[in-house]
């Protein structure tokens, strides 16, 4: 396999003759091949890319004009109703221009893999009719100098020619990642071309530009900062209602035997994205016509969700089951310690993994506060105590998943100790000269500190465990609950 995609790939690059397709439909092909490769985790090495690209730069962008709408987009419900308005911009400029009111140039989608950013920036493209320039950033990545700035030149020319139109780079850290002392030419010369383009963008001119990127973190704040990139929108892995619609989207033209149950599918797909899911649809249809049969069954999908998961992180779906268990127990006991003690008010708890986090808490975030007394500093730790006590008084283990939680309490604790003259240490404050004298003194303090309070978060847990029992149920069932969710919950139970 490695070998063919391989051939494949330098013929692409190579034989222009054999193969008579534009520059951007090889870099689709590419594209797809790469994806491919990365999916299988086939390196790389045999082929490269500028050597394709370098001959044939002079050719146009292309675009097409996606049927994409927003229905095709399962789920992602406040996603769209926020690019709601930029389609209205896109189909009523006027009525914008009237007002003098700026629609944003740039918007930017984050987040984990296959989560749908390509699929919603064509959608957007499919509900205003504009056309639609699909790219990835490693595209304009090119070994000679002047030559990925002038394909973004002629990106937005075309764009503008065709206009209502959208950009959409996928990838963009490739070309907008934060720029180093050690500057390579080429790629800060396209980056300022794309800078200096969308600066440019006068108001008549209804063109768009959609970013996405896996890694927020990585893009250059020039690239970020007001007037260009300015709205960055978080896409992620789907809870499970939006599981059971996109397998319902991915299986509407699919001849499915009744006895296939997509709620119990989506139920078993904790932590997969979009992409994962249409293609446990797609595979499990592969299963079926392999086999010679007529319809799609339940084994069929079994099968399929064995082979995806599998190929993922080598987890079987017993152990995924049981980490949900876990996770759900441990973000209900930090939203409960939270309630309980009336700290910030929480927005939303997920247990669907986020970065490293398996799951999170989402706090209203501190109103512009500067002075915190020490109950406010006990409480915040209490709260982030109520995870790993929560774990403990269920399952009676300790596990990894309090680990940022316990370096964000030990960095409290500390600042107590050494900072602000919370401890019996006394009112002053110890810096690193001192430090070394009362190392022994001042882990004591910081012992004392914390272990007091998860002792109190055990004991103000154990008052609340049916309430446990019951936050956590609904969280392993539904995955996410909103602040009000949570509430009514509470006030259920205690009635
Ligand atoms: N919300 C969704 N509704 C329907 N299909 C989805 C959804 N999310 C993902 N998919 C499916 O997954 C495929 C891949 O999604 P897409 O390419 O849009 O992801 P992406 O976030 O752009 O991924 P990447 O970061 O890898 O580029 C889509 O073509 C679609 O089939
Ligand atoms: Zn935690």
Redesign the pocket.
Known sequence: MEKLLTNILSSLGKNKNIIKINHFKRCIIMKMIKDIMKRFKIPVFAFNQSKIEKDSNNEDASFSKPKTTFK?????DEVKEELVEIVDFIKNPDKYKKMGAQVPKGILFYGP???????LAASIAGETNSAFFNTTGSEFVEKYVGVGAKRVRTLFEKARKEAPSIIFI?EIDAIGAKRHLESNNEKDQTLNQLLVEMDGFNKDNNVIMIG?T?RLDLLDEALTRPGRFDRHIY?GN?NYF?RHE?LK??TKDKPLCDEVNLEEIAKKTHGL???HL?NIANESAIIAVREGVSQIKKHHFDKAIERIVAGLESKNSKLIEKEKKIVSYHEAGHALISNALNTNPIQKISIIPRGQALGYVLQLPDEDRYIYTKEDLINKMKVLFGGKAAENLIFNHTSTGAKDDLNKITQIATQMVCEYGMSSLGNMTIDSNFKGFMIDKIQAEINSIMNQCYEETVELLKSQMEELHIVSNYLYENESLTHDEFKSIIKRALT
């Open positions: 095709d987009v399962a789920g992602l893999p296959g989560t749908g950013k390509t699929l996928d996405a896996n896409i789907p939006t996109i989207v991915h994205s979009g992409a249409a």
